[in-house]
């Protein structure tokens, strides 16, 4: 049974943005529209690359969003401060059609979140962006349905 997939959303590494037109020429071709998703994580250079080595130094927000529709944020990185958090979302509304904000949850790599970081986005900044239709916030990492479990009846 064929389905009717018409949208696709897909995450790539900034790595491999040279592909990304033939990926959007095929899939066109087929009548699918590709969004290609990118974990930015922030825009602060800084951070970005000493802290969370994205690999992707001195790419500015309009590099980035030559290549790519939508883009994540990490919310409760160490070093992050409010008012880093409120330029990185201004400046990802601007560059991208969708973002992204995820709060930044423990995991098995060695960088911890800043839970001092993660409260100041939930009291100062969820009230005023939880409405947007361009911004998905993801309080959880699996708030998307991505590594659950899932019954049917």
């Keep these: 049974q064929k389905q009717a997939i018409r949208t696709l959303h897909f995450e790539s590494h900034y790595a491999y943005k040279d592909r990304i037109p033939a990926l959007r020429q095929e899939f066109a071709a087929c009548g699918i529209e590709l969004h290609m998703k990118i974990g930015v994580e922030s825009f602060d250079e800084a951070l970005r690359e000493n802290l969370l080595h994205k690999g992707m130094p001195a790419a500015t927000p309009a590099q980035i969003a030559e290549h790519f529709d939508e883009c994540c944020l990490l919310i409760g990185v160490p070093g992050q401060t409010l008012e880093g958090l409120r330029r990185d979302i201004d400046t990802a509304l601007q560059y991208f059609d969708r973002v992204c904000l ?39 990492n699996t708030d998307f349905g991505v590594g659950t479990v899932t019954c049917h009846e």
Aim: with cysteine.
């Design 102 to 140: 995820n709060l930044f949850t423990a995991c098995s790599a060695p960088l911890s979140p800043d839970e001092a970081v993660k409260q100041l986005f939930l009291q100062e900044l969820y009230p005023t962006l939880a409405d947007n239709p361009s911004i998905d916030i993801l309080l959880n």
